[in-house]
């Protein structure tokens, strides 16, 4: 697929906003990449179909009260890591290409492509001199439009991101924006002095390679993405067989993680005494105590993680490894998250922490669910969009639980593992009546 750019622009906060630095907590200092997602529209009969200069007003408009985004990261006089709300504005790109859309969407086989629809982000010039946000505009030779967005993480997470890009939609529309950005991250500072109650396993270093007769390969032409639906009636079989043994209702997620958790393990064909970690994230808004205000400008994604043998995830039954998740996930409350927060700020070099292909390559996994989020509202007047995902799931042992774009309660499973492996995953993950 060949993308033309036809022009790029800054856009900057349509009034005066305030200026100064605003402090970044250890949750939003963890992680300083841009996190790429991809919306894909169909043409409807409106002779502004994408109106990219409509678009324009309203992001101009919309930064005025997301300023921060409109800002440049920076260093305090401690070397901290901080973001300068200077107004120096997000990158807008407009581009075309002669392709056509409907290979793209919800096929991720192409996913190399899709690296061509978010605008590539130079950070050679140094941590403030590149925007913090950056979208592209392409249009399709079908008259197809995808909208290609980049935020910086330390702006925030998956679910500030949807906040942000819903009330771009809603401003484009004419609405106002349902909630407004709350711009305070000092609620989240680690306590003084920092007080470690308990033993962050998420952060432990990810289990490895037992024996180098098995062999997985680091070549990303190894890898391949699929994506598998699972029906309303095929998850309620799954939750049918979770619950037919147990007093606890686990929920939906738990029910999940467990059933791919278990059948990537087994693809991989992992010897039993091979420990396999499964780290997921945690919104931790509503576990703290009190909860964070609604709009929360800022990252508050905890992990959570699991570590089992391979061989128990095999002998024990489904319900025994739902057990493993919920006992983990069940603790994560304020005090933990005040814990993991301390534990943090007595890192002396926080970038030892960073995430990446290493920490779910094979034998461990991180699955991300984002089928509770909105992702679906984001219609800036031309329609909802057909499908939106992520643009980065080119990581072996990744995962993504996206929700329906039509919204008939079915969950698409995105994964990326070696070529090899996959077959035997789609098997064992639709052959439900197997599971014990």
Known sequence: MEVTIKGSTIVRPAQETPKGSLWCSNLDILTTYHLPTVYYYKPNASSDF?????????????LVSFYPIAGRLGYDNNGRLEISCNAQGVLFVEAETTSIMDPLIADFS?????????????YSGGIS???????????????????GVGLQHSLGDGAMAIHFINSWADTARGSSPAIAPFIDRTLLRARD?????FHHVEHDPPPSMKST???????????????????????????????SSSATKYSAFKILA??????????????GDQATKLSFPVDGRSRLNPPLPPGYLGKVIFLCAVVSQAGDLESESFTGTIQRIHEQLNQINDEYLRSALDYLEKVSDLSSLNRGPHTHRCPNLAIIP??????????????????????????EGKVYILPSPTNDGSLYVVTCLETSQMKLFEKFLYDFYCIE
């Open 213 to 243: 007769l098995e062999s997985h390969s680091d070549d990303p032409k190894s890898y391949i993405v699929s994506t598998f639906k699972l029906t309303v009636d095929q998850l309620n079989t799954l939750k049918a067989k979770a619950n």
């Open 110 to 122: 192409e996913n190399s492509q899709v690296f061509r629809l978010v605008p590539e982000v130079d």
């Open 129 to 147: 001199s590149f925007p913090l946000l950056v979208v592209q505009v392409t249009k399709f030779i079908c008259g197809g439009v995808c909208l």
């Open 50 to 62: 994408f109106d990219t200069e409509r678009l324009k007003e309203s992001l101009s408009k919309i």
């Open 193 to 197: 002095p920092p007080t470690v109650k």
């Open 370 to 395: 984002w089928n509770r989020f909105p992702i679906y509202d984001a219609d800036f007047g031309w329609g909802r969009p057909v499908y939106m995902g992520p643009g980065d799931i080119v990581r």
């Open 258 to 271: 467990a059933h791919i958790w278990r059948c990537i393990s087994k693809a991989r064909g992992l010897s």
